[in-house]
C-alpha cells in the first residue's frame, strides 16, 4: 500500500459526453447548459481487486482517490441461506455493510456511509486547508465524524436536532470535527439550508452530496462486492433510498462491469423503496414525472417525522438531473415501492431471527418490499437477487462499550440569519 499512486480517471458529463479532466473537486461540467451529473470514466477498465488489506481500498481501481486512508472497511457479500429458504428463493444474496464480525465485516459506524466517507475524504488533497461541510439526516455525519476524526480532516457537520441520536461513537472525536443543528422540528432539508449559509464562507467547502463523484463511487463498491463475489451481475437490485444516490452509483458500477467483460452484460433491475408516509420519490415515479411534485414543507416535515426510516427523508434527490434516478430507473426496467413502519419493523425481525444480525430501519424497508414482490409473485423465485443491506449490527457494536455523543456547538433557529451563521461557524476553527 505504501505504493499506492492516485487513481487515473477523466470526468464526462452524463448529458452531453463531453469528456474533461478533473481540476480536483470538480462537481459539473460548467460548458453544461442542463442540470447533469458528471461521472468517472477510469483508465483501468478491467476490476483487479486487491486484498482484503486495503479495507474498502480494495476497490480502489474505480474509486476517484489520492490516498489511503486509514480504518475502512468494504461491505461483505454472502449468499443467504435461512432468509432465502423462508422466502422460497433460490438466488438470494446479501451485500451487507455494518458491524458483524461473524459476516466479516466491520465498519465500526455500522452504516454503508462509510464507503462514501473514505472515498469522499480520499479525495481531498492533503494540502486542503478550507473545512469540509456535511449536511446530513443521521448515518452519513456518523460516517464522516468518524471518517475525519481519525484522518484528521476538518470537518463542521450539520444535522437535524431531532436526530442527534444517531451521532454515537464508541471514543471521542478529535477536535477538528465540529457539529451545528437546525431546531427541533426541522428535516434534512433544513440542515442542507443551514449548511448552504455556511458555505457562503471562503474558509469552506461542501462535500457536493450526490453530484461527488467519490461519494457515488465509493457507495457503488457494495455492487462491486457482489458481483465480484457472485461471479455475475445479478438480476435484482433492491435497496431503500432517500436521495437513490445509491441506486444512481449502482447502475453507473453496472455499467462499468459489462464494459470490464467477466461478470456479464445484463443491467440489474434497480427496485428501490421508501418509508410511508414520506414517499416523494414513489409519487414522482408512479407519475412518471421527470421532475419532484409538489411537496408542502409542512407536510414533508412531519411525514418525516413519521417515519422509522429517518435517513430516508430527502425531499430533493437527485431524481430529475440528468444522469440522476428517474434516468437509472428507466435505463434498468426498475421501479420504485413502498413499506410502512410496521411492515419494515417485521422485516427487520425476520432478518434478526433468520440471519442473526440486527438491521436498521432503512434495509428493513428494503427487505420488506423484497417481501412483498415474492408474496405477489411478481419476483422469479430462481432470479439472482442483491439486497443492499446498508446498516446492520448496532447492537454488537455497542455491547459492553462506553458511548460517546457528539454534542452540537450551537443549535440554530429555522429563521437563522446568514451573517450570524458566518460569523458563528468561522469561530469554530
Not at 505504501?2 to 464526462?12: G, H, Q, V
Not at 486542503?128 to 480532516?153: K, M, Q, Y
Not at 455492487?223 to 431503500?240: C, E, H, K, L, N
Not at 427487520?348 to 420488506?368: H, M, N, Q, R, T
Request: hydrophobic content about 40%.
Amino acid at each position: 500500500m505504501e505504493n499506492f499512486k492516485a487513481t487515473k480517471y477523466k470526468l464526462s458529463c452524463v448529458a452531453t459526453g463531453r469528456e474533461f479532466d478533473d481540476q480536483g473537486w470538480t462537481m459539473e461540467d460548467r460548458e453544461c447548459k442542463t442540470p447533469s451529473l458528471v461521472r468517472a470514466n477510469y483508465e483501468q477498465k478491467q476490476l483487479e481487486v486487491k486484498s482484503d488489506d486495503y479495507g474498502l481500498y480494495k476497490f480502489c481501481d474505480w474509486l476517484p482517490v489520492k490516498r489511503i486512508l486509514n480504518g475502512s472497511h468494504a461491505p461483505v457479500t454472502y449468499k443467504s441461506e435461512a432468509l432465502a429458504k423462508h422466502l422460497g428463493l433460490s438466488n438470494l444474496w446479501i451485500t451487507m455493510s455494518g458491524y458483524s464480525p461473524k459476516h466479516g465485516v466491520k465498519m465500526p459506524t455500522c452504516s454503508f456511509k462509510e464507503t462514501e466517507a473514505y472515498s469522499v475524504c480520499a479525495r481531498i488533497d492533503e494540502a486542503e486547508d478550507r473545512v469540509l461541510v456535511v449536511a446530513s439526516a443521521g448515518n452519513t455525519a456518523r460516517a464522516f465524524a468518524r471518517v475525519c476524526s481519525d484522518n484528521n480532516i476538518k470537518l463542521l457537520l450539520v444535522v437535524p436536532q431531532d436526530n442527534l441520536d444517531a451521532l454515537w461513537f464508541t471514543e471521542p472525536l478529535n477536535d477538528c470535527v465540529k457539529l451545528i443543528v437546525c431546531e427541533k422540528g426541522g428535516d434534512y432539508f433544513d440542515a442542507i439550508h443551514l449548511s448552504n449559509m455556511a458555505l457562503k464562507s471562503s474558509k469552506f467547502y461542501a462535500e457536493g452530496g450526490a453530484k461527488n463523484i467519490a461519494r457515488r463511487d465509493g457507495m457503488s463498491t457494495t455492487v462491486m462486492s457482489a458481483v465480484t463475489t457472485i461471479g455475475r451481475i445479478p438480476d435484482y437490485y433492491f435497496q431503500a433510498v432517500g436521495s437513490g444516490t445509491g441506486a444512481i452509483a449502482a447502475w453507473e458500477a453496472n455499467i462499468r462491469l459489462i464494459e470490464d467483460g467477466h461478470y456479464g452484460d445484463n443491467l440489474m433491475k434497480l427496485i428501490v423503496s421508501q418509508n410511508a408516509p414520506f414517499v416523494p420519490i414513489f409519487d414522482a415515479w408512479r407519475a412518471d414525472s421527470r421532475e419532484m411534485l409538489p411537496y408542502d414543507a409542512k407536510k414533508a416535515r412531519r411525514d418525516a417525522e413519521l417515519i422509522d426510516a429517518k435517513v430516508l427523508s430527502n425531499r430533493k434527490p437527485p431524481y430529475g438531473i440528468a444522469g440522476g434516478l428517474y434516468d437509472a430507473l428507466k435505463a434498468t426496467g426498475g421501479d420504485v415501492a413502498v413499506a410502512t413502519n410496521a411492515q419494515a419493523r417485521r422485516a427487520c425481525k425476520l432478518f434478526k431471527e433468520l440471519e442473526g444480525i440486527d438491521i436498521y430501519p432503512a434495509p428493513g424497508v428494503a427487505l420488506a418490499t423484497l417481501i412483498k414482490m415474492v408474496d405477489a409473485g411478481s419476483i422469479d423465485k430462481d432470479a439472482c437477487i442483491m439486497l443492499n443491506i446498508t446498516g446492520a449490527g448496532e447492537e454488537a457494536a455497542k455491547m459492553n462499550r462506553e458511548l460517546w455523543h457528539l454534542k452540537p456547538s450551537k443549535v440554530f433557529s429555522l429563521s437563522a440569519e446568514l451573517d450570524d451563521v458566518v460569523t458563528y461557524v468561522e469561530s469554530l476553527f
